[in-house]
């Protein structure tokens, strides 16, 4: 994106809580990405102060860690934390990170979570992602038919992902449709 122009970078998208006190749909804007080898690499005030400023409700300003592997159990997520003080955790911001800080563009991190930190991911929900991070619906649901017990737990994480997408959609149409 930077080689066809872009002049800034955003990650944007749903991730895991870290923070026990965040609920499914609030909103992280990093102040910083930490990557899995501990390097914080800072995101761009000038876009925190816009983010902060533009959108209504509430926003939690912190860091965000970077996993190269998804953080699926409470107790990972609360080592994570401990370890990072992160409030959030997603798989793709330390790498949009890397790319600002080598292009020298400005860039922001921004995630609603989807999965707080009391929750396990289940398994059948993490077999149906493509390694790019699309839904596999045949691969979920052959997964879920081999752990049908999960079914409850799968359809909340449902659930809560859509209040994460409404939450970003929130700040999608109020802070970058804005100047």
């Not at 902060?52 to 996993?67: D, E, F, N, R």
């Amino acid at each position: 994106m930077v080689d066809s122009g872009a002049t800034g970078l955003v990650s944007f998208g749903i991730g895991g809580g870290l923070d026990p006190s965040l609920h499914p749909g609030s909103l992280v804007v990093a102040t910083m990405v930490i990557t899995p080898e501990g390097d914080k690499i800072r995101t761009d005030s000038a876009w925190q102060n816009h983010i902060q400023k533009l959108t209504p409700g509430p926003l939690v300003i912190a860091g965000i860690a970077g996993s190269d592997h998804a953080i699926t159990s409470p107790r990972a997520k609360s080592d994570l934390f401990a370890a990072t003080g992160a409030a959030a955790v997603d798989m793709e911001s330390h790498a949009v990170a890397r790319v600002a800080t080598k292009t020298g563009v400005p860039f922001l991190a921004l995630r609603a979570i989807a999965d707080p930190a009391c929750r396990t991911v289940p398994v059948s929900a993490m077999g149906g992602l493509s390694p790019d991070g699309h839904t596999r619906i045949l691969a979920a649901l052959g997964n879920l038919l081999l752990h049908p017990w999960e079914l409850p737990d799968l359809l909340r994480l449902a659930l809560d992902t859509q209040k994460g997408l409404r939450s970003l959609r929130r700040v999608a149409d109020s802070s970058f449709s804005s100047s």
